[in-house]
């Protein structure tokens, strides 16, 4: 695929995207780079191109990507865009706006959805006229129907079938368990290690019986405070029951 984006300098006559679009009150679950192409999937599971990775799929500008945006409601619809909405209602598809911008880690992402996608892909691989794109043409065909999707949930690790998607029920499992189990008052690594949790299972680490990292954690931070003598300052440590499953207990402090 040619991934190549050649910056093209910003035309004043062009409108801008509308500031004031309607979209989906949905976040970005999951994002990530991938040889030169922007993708991710939003909360609602719904895969998606950045408007710089569309554009390099395509093999055009980005400001190309942009323009199509910014014209997609325009009372005199150009031909371009009358193609690409008559591409979407051959599968159903009748769209509102063709991207969705969302603040995301306090940068504005817009997200083409895989679907509209392939709309813009197919236009320019066959409809464009003098600006069909040979790039356009060959990744079109290789993600045709439903091989983009496919792609971008198999770069990024997800399951659209959701039967993984409760990536936290195991750790819940064992908060509840462990509620209320460390003397009150007492600093304790299973409520310190939440925020480290957090990040390895959005990481995509599996946190269940079998991966206990706090544990580990636990067993580090009491050889530090041994070595380190703290129990002549702090007091001694007081043990109590840590579960990982029902009926099972640990001692640890």
Wanted: glycine share 6%; with cysteine.
């Amino acid at each position: 695929m040619t991934l190549k984006i050649n910056v093209l300098a910003t035309n004043k006559t062009q409108k801008e995207i509308s500031q004031n679009q309607s979209y989906l009150p949905v976040m970005i679950e999951k994002d990530a780079e991938f040889e030169g192409i922007g993708m991710g999937i939003l909360s609602d599971g719904t895969p998606y191109l950045n408007q710089r990775g569309l554009a390099a799929l395509c093999g055009v500008q980005n400001a190309h990507i942009g323009t199509i945006s910014s014209l997609w409601n325009d009372p005199d619809q150009r031909p371009r865009i009358k193609t690409i909405k008559g591409l979407l209602e051959k599968i159903n598809k009748s769209i509102e706006f063709p991207h969705i911008e969302i603040t995301h880690r306090g940068r504005v992402h817009y997200c083409y959805p895989a679907d509209v996608c392939l709309a813009i892909l197919e236009y320019y691989a066959f409809d464009a006229g003098t600006n069909v794109s040979p790039p356009a043409r060959d990744n079109f065909r290789l993600l045709a129907g439903s091989k983009l999707k496919e792609l971008i949930y198999s770069q990024l690790g997800y399951d659209p079938s959701g039967k993984n998607n409760d990536k936290f029920k195991k750790w819940h499992e064992r908060l509840a368990l462990n509620y209320q189990s460390a003397p009150k008052g007492y600093f304790h690594v299973f409520n310190e290690a939440h925020t480290i949790i957090y990040e390895l299972i959005m990481a995509g680490a599996e946190i269940n019986e079998n991966f206990v990292v706090d544990i580990s954690i636990g067993i580090h931070w009491s050889k530090y405070w041994e070595a380190s003598g703290l129990a002549e300052e702090y007091d001694v440590r007081k043990k109590y029951p840590h579960r990982k499953r029902q009926a099972e207990a640990v001692q640890t402090a």
